[in-house]
């Protein structure tokens, strides 16, 4: 089990935040479906920041399933690293889809061991240990891990009002892939069980395809929603 929150605490971070965010740089565009729909597209940006880094995440339905669900969602996560461990800072969304909208904004106040949360201008606060994740910091962590076929992890993160240890299964079997750079790859298949709603208002299972290399590259990615299933395919993959 990952477990590093009694040991970050009142910690300063680290200067080389590189150490632990070796993915500044990167852009994916995926292309989304719905059951056999084409949908939309979904990108993912992470650059550096003066700290740290920020992934920057949008989803938009194309103009066809805008008449009848039209979705855009944009989900921004920000951390740094703190004695060379991921420490989340900032995870903020924005939902637009058809009559549903949220504004969330989560703020990681790692040296109190507070996280402040505001949704539609209320705000709380919660008493929440540093080390604590985002969850989509957390997708980043396990990105680094050696995973081996079988196990199953767990990274403490903080979503939606909801402090728990998020589990990650690694399946048995690796599985190939077609690259958007060409031929096939080999991919170890990781299930989290999220606890709380995501993007495209993602609910149930989630499984993702990465490249069974040192980058973890995610190719696919589907995911239960109210009605029927969304699958994400990486286009194309580009570092600056």
Not at 38 to 58: E, F, L, P
Not at 120 to 148: C, E, I, W
Not at 154 to 162: A, I, M, T
Request: aromatic share 10%.
């Amino acid at each position: 089990m990952v477990r590093w929150l009694a040991a970050l605490l009142l910690l300063m971070p680290s200067a080389a935040w590189a150490d632990c965010m070796p993915y500044t740089g990167e852009k994916l565009v995926f292309s989304v479906g719905w059951e056999f729909i084409n949908a939309g597209t979904a990108t993912m940006d992470t650059s550096a920041t003066k700290d740290g880094w920020r992934i920057a995440t949008q989803a938009n339905t194309n103009k066809f399933l805008d008449m009848f669900k039209k979705v855009r969602d944009t989900i921004t996560a920000e951390g740094l690293c703190v004695n060379g461990r991921m420490q989340s800072t900032l995870f903020d969304v924005e939902q637009h889809e058809r009559s549903y909208h949220a504004s969330k904004q989560t703020r990681f106040l790692w040296k109190e061991n507070k996280v402040l949360y505001t949704q539609n201008k209320q705000t709380d606060s919660y008493d929440v240990p540093a080390g604590h994740l985002s969850v989509m910091d957390a997708f980043f962590a396990v990105r680094q891990m050696q995973l081996k076929p079988g196990q199953t992890i767990s990274l403490p993160v903080f979503d939606s009002r909801k402090r728990y240890e998020v589990v990650v299964g690694i399946e048995s079997k690796l599985e190939k892939l077609p690259a958007p750079w060409g031929g096939f790859v080999d991919c170890v298949v990781v299930t989290p069980q999220l606890k709380t709603e995501g993007i495209f208002s993602s609910i149930g299972a989630i499984r993702i395809w990465l490249t069974n290399d040192s980058r973890r590259i995610p190719l696919k990615m589907t995911a239960a929603i109210k009605i029927g299933h969304i699958v994400a395919i990486l286009d194309s993959y580009s570092e600056k």
